[in-house]
């Protein structure tokens, strides 16, 4: 697997303009979830038909971050995406570097810049997919430009799930609903959070419960809902059932959100340093409890609720 970046008007370098056969897909892939997943299946599937190179190009920051800068819902960071999109098959992933240059690059450009200069011999993407300035860029423009000079030009229609459209809009919704597990059938996995493991109040060993506190470090990456739920967590190589809590710590005042996370089976020989979690099922929102005893009650019934749900999933 190769990941370029190119800025604007460069070319590629002439070892990459020697290649042929791409077959590139073309989209923002934010989420990577099963719509995605149609476009990046089938341009791999064609790229094995020729004997070429499945790719891919894409854009870092998405669109909607470099316009809204405040936008904290990105489902897959650069480095996420790009992991996901290597265990899908692809080869190579071409990063179009979105500035203001390249969000004023008119469409035709675009297409000669990006498209292009990747030698393509088709590109698949999605019905809906905009690029270009003011995202005048669509498919049959591409169709218009591309066709005559004899790149295929395939257009993969909208996947649907549970009655709508997969999109990464819906994605977000349900995450930021806490509907974790809806979240997950449009993903084709559950949705993750990963950073590195820092230093907490110990409150959770106070009560019984240890916990590693997660901090997340892109922070454009979407958390979901506040509340307690079921996870899975890789750390130091191993992989543990847990159960979680985003929130404030009401019952002990706190007043920042925090990520904290209790292993069932606590074998830690020493502090990790990073952990990935993976969300299974949300179990009840976060609330405050009159004393510490009582809020170490509810969590014995959490975990045990969080034992059934991760039971179920992890042996289906």
């Known amino acids: ?40 299946s089938r341009a791999h599937q064609l790229a094995t038909a020729i004997g070429g190179t499945s790719a891919v190009l894409t854009y870092d920051p998405l669109p909607a971050q470099f316009i809204h800068p405040d936008f904290t819902y990105v489902l897959t960071p650069l480095s996420e995406k790009v992991c996901l999109l290597i265990e899908l098959g692809m080869e190579l992933v ?15 450009e675009f297409i000669r810049d990006y498209i292009l200069s990747m030698k393509p011999a088709a590109v698949v993407t999605g019905h809906d997919h905009r690029f270009g300035y003011e995202g005048r860029g669509d498919v049959g423009l591409l169709k218009k430009t591309l066709e005559p000079l004899q790149v295929k030009v395939e257009v993969v229609s909208e996947f649907e799930l549970l009655g709508a459209p997969v999109r990464s809009t819906r994605v977000r919704e349900h995450l930021l609903l806490g509907h ?14 990963s950073g590195k493991v820092v230093s907490g109040t110990g409150t959770g060993l106070h009560i019984g419960f240890p916990t590693i506190n ?14 307690v739920y079921a996870v899975v967590v890789d750390v130091n190589g191993d992989r543990y059932p847990a159960v979680l809590n985003i929130g404030h710590r009401p019952t002990f005042r706190g007043e920042t959100r925090s990520i904290e996370t209790h292993l069932f089976k606590w074998d830690l020989r020493s502090q990790p340093t990073s952990a990935t979690v993976g ?24 975990v045990e609720k969080a034992r059934d749900a991760l039971r179920i999933t992890l042996n289906a």
Do not use: C, N
Request: proline residues 4%; hydrophobic residues 35%; glycine residues 6%.
């Open 279 to 302: 969300f299974v099922e949300r179990l009840r929102p976060e609330r405050k409890f009159p004393t510490a005893q009582a809020l170490a009650r509810q969590i014995r019934t959490d």
């Open 180 to 193: 974790v597990r809806r979240a997950a059938e449009l993903l084709g996995r559950h949705y993750r959070l």
């Open 1 to 40: 697997m190769e990941l370029t970046t190119k800025a604007h008007g460069h070319d590629w370098s002439e070892r990459e303009r020697r290649k042929t056969g791409h077959v590139v897909a073309l989209g923002s892939f934010d989420g990577v979830h099963l719509g995605h997943q149609q476009i990046l």
């Open 214 to 227: 997660l901090q997340v470090e892109e922070q454009e990456k979407l958390i979901p809902a506040d509340g």
């Open 94 to 108: 071409h990063v179009v570097r979105f500035d203001e240059q390249a969000r004023r690059t008119d469409p035709v």
